[in-house]
């Protein structure tokens, strides 16, 4: 079943035995584990074929098992792929035609491409990698280039299948060191559909490098790369998670976006809507109190906030107004966004700003009971 080529979130595998499949939205930071069931053996080396909607991954305990996984039914399979060598496979990456899976495993060995529209599923050697710290690529989206970045240096690379080994260094310390726990690594990485190239290192801190003029028939070259930049403002909440890989890549987005998570809840302000006319069109009106606390959601923290965003979902043809705080507001895949302008709305540390909201919403469309706005959270912009 064909899916969106571009999401809001990318696919992590999580551990390395058993392994657990998790979802990374790209614009909030927010990291949640899917209904997918966890694989006893551990798996690696995954890739999301948007034509088919589903990952694919090997088995980090046989060389030759290729897992299946549709995360929308939330099932997981496995089948065997009889030409593979034995190896670790590690790197793994989906071609942009959806119809390949593209592994590789340990530097000098070689590495494999899998068809996935044969049945069975076959595999055609390739040369080795070779070696580095390089533990994820992925697919440009325009020219089609296999990109990955060695943690140990910084240097961003791509895999030339005809040279052997692939390694081809394009420029040295385009991202800073990995950090982490044990050997740090840029252990996922995937692609905005402009031509972004994301990498997050095992401490949860996310990278972007513009790699957007780069094109099939003239890729960038080094000269025109410029120094990676640090995204959402602080580090995304990995904890202790083990991410082994990523797999999709994600829909150019129109606000920045910030993962410094503030403790929000909301309160009903009213049992009932009313009916309000809005724009001659007739609407329920929904109030509701959101409570913002200057207060890292993740850390504890308390922290001085001079700029906040809050979002949730987007309700068709809905739209939100805010009665005292002054705010923009934009839509950003789903979502509403609203941030304040400026950077002179103090909430100071751990104290709690009220912001009374009032949703409107379609007659003909009421929100399900209990009344509540979807996916509520809020950010730090500064």
């Known amino acids: 079943m064909s899916t969106p080529r571009y999401n809001r979130f990318t696919y992590l595998a999580i551990g390395e035995g058993p392994t657990s499949l998790y979802a990374f939205d790209a614009f909030t930071g927010d990291v949640n584990k899917t209904k997918v069931p966890d694989y006893a053996d551990g798996y690696d080396a995954l890739g999301y074929s948007w034509p088919k909607g589903r990952l694919y991954a090997m088995s980090r305990k046989s060389s030759n098992t290729l897992v299946v996984i549709d995360p929308v039914a939330g099932t997981l399979t496995t089948q065997q792929v009889s030409q593979l060598s034995a190896n670790h496979w590690v790197l793994g990456a989906i071609t ?130 410029g120094t990676a930049v640090t995204v959402g403002r602080g580090p995304i909440n990995v904890n202790d998670l083990n991410v082994r890989d990523a797999g999709g890549d994600v829909k150019k987005m129109v606000n920045p976006p910030s993962y410094e998570a503030l403790v929000v809840n909301q309160v009903l302000r009213s049992p009932n809507p009313w009916e309000e006319q809005l724009n001659g069109k007739p609407m329920l009106v929904y109030s ?42 934009n839509k950003e895949q789903g979502l509403w966004v609203l941030d304040t302008p400026g950077e002179n709305h103090l909430i100071t540390k751990g104290q709690t700003l009220p912001v009374d909201l009032l949703l409107y919403v379609p007659k003909e469309t009421p929100l399900p009971k209990p009344y509540a706005l979807g996916n509520l959270g809020a950010r730090r912009l500064a």
């Open 96 to 225: 942009p035609d959806g119809d390949k899976l593209v592994i590789s495993g340990d530097g000098h060995a070689s590495g494999a491409v899998l068809d996935l529209t044969a049945d069975p599923v076959t595999a055609l050697a390739q040369k080795p990698p070779g070696y580095g710290g390089w533990y994820d690529w992925a697919y440009h989206p325009v020219d089609e280039r296999l990109y990955a970045v060695d943690g140990d240096t910084g240097a961003l690379m791509y895999a030339d299948p005809t040279k052997d080994p692939q390694k081809v260094v394009l420029k040295t310390e385009a991202f800073p060191k990995a950090k982490g726990p044990g050997r740090a690594s840029y252990s996922a990485v995937f692609f905005e559909e402009n031509g972004w190239f994301y990498a997050f290192d095992n401490a949860g801190n996310v990278y972007k490098l513009d790699l957007s003029s780069s094109t099939k028939a003239d890729p960038i070259p080094p000269s025109a790369i």
């Open 288 to 329: 509701f109190r959101v409570n913002i606390t200057a207060k890292l959601k993740h850390t504890g923290e308390d922290v001085d906030v001079r700029k906040w965003r809050i979002f949730f979902d987007d309700v068709p043809g809905s739209e939100p107004k805010t009665t005292a705080a002054t705010v923009t507001k």
